[in-house]
């Protein structure tokens, strides 16, 4: 079946790192997303990982995917208050699959303290 | 600018009374879908669009409709909302099924009372 679970909070000091994780079920997953939502705010794609990665950095952000557990995770370096925000992890399915959709997961709310 | 837009950002009705939320996209995709998102369920998919005139149903699909005329909208459709629609929806399209970044709206919050 298709389930993705996230931890629903977490809160870090201004400066400190972020370790937000995920997991997935759907093993043929061809993408793993991260994005963001801030209040008020559509979603905003952050990064991307294609399932034969383990590891993807752009900037402040570090993606870890370990395929044996089929556990995703977003490392945010030095977070600011301006990352407070909810992060959904989300999977699709090789080509889109057959409803090209994407399974998100709970989101989890990251409030950052100054 | 490259941008999905949805209208209205924020609405309340009454039970029963059809109502329509426009998406319409400037990029030129041919893939569309709308999700509704609820606190602790996620997003999850109501209805998706390939191309003009193909549409589908997603994971949550009963009481909506949508239509794909042409190719830039794909309005979502309550014919007779009820208060379990009460969320915030959000519009998505995609340049094509295989492109790995969808482009989100800025979300519309329901609330049928």
């Known amino acids: 079946g298709e389930d993705v679970e996230q931890s629903l909070f977490l809160s870090v000091r201004e400066g400190d790192s972020s370790v937000i994780n995920c997991t997935y079920t759907?093993?043929?997953?061809?993408?793993l997303y991260w994005y963001k939502q801030e209040p008020g705010a559509g979603l905003q794609l952050l990064t991307y990982i294609f399932s034969n990665m383990d590891m993807k950095q752009d900037q402040r952000l570090t993606v870890l995917l370990n395929k044996k557990d089929k556990h995703l995770s977003l490392r945010i370096a030095d977070t600011q208050t301006g990352d407070s925000a909810i992060y959904f992890c989300?999977?699709?399915?090789?080509?889109?699959?057959?409803?090209?959709?994407?399974?998100f997961g709970t989101g989890t709310l990251l409030a950052v303290q100054p | 600018e490259a941008q999905v837009t949805q209208n209205p950002r924020y609405l309340i009705t009454v039970t029963g009374k059809k109502l329509t939320v426009t998406c319409s996209q400037n990029?030129?995709?041919?893939?569309m879908s709308w999700y509704r998102q609820d606190p602790g369920l996620g997003l999850r998919q109501i209805y998706y669009?390939?191309?003009?005139?193909?549409?589908d149903k997603g994971d949550v699909p009963e009481g909506y409709k949508v239509s794909r005329k042409e190719k830039r909208n794909f309005p979502l459709i309550l014919e007779s909302p009820s208060p379990n629609q009460t969320s915030l929806y959000f519009c998505?399209?995609?340049?094509?099924?295989?492109?790995?970044?969808?482009?989100f709206g800025q979300g519309t919050r329901l609330t049928v009372v």
């Open positions: 998505a399209s995609k340049a094509d099924r295989g492109s790995t970044e969808a482009f």
């Open positions: 989300a999977e699709g399915a090789p080509n889109g699959g057959a409803t090209n959709k994407l399974i």
């Open positions: 990029m030129n995709h041919e893939y």
């Open positions: 759907d093993s043929s997953s061809t993408y």
């Open positions: 669009s390939m191309n003009v005139e193909v549409t």
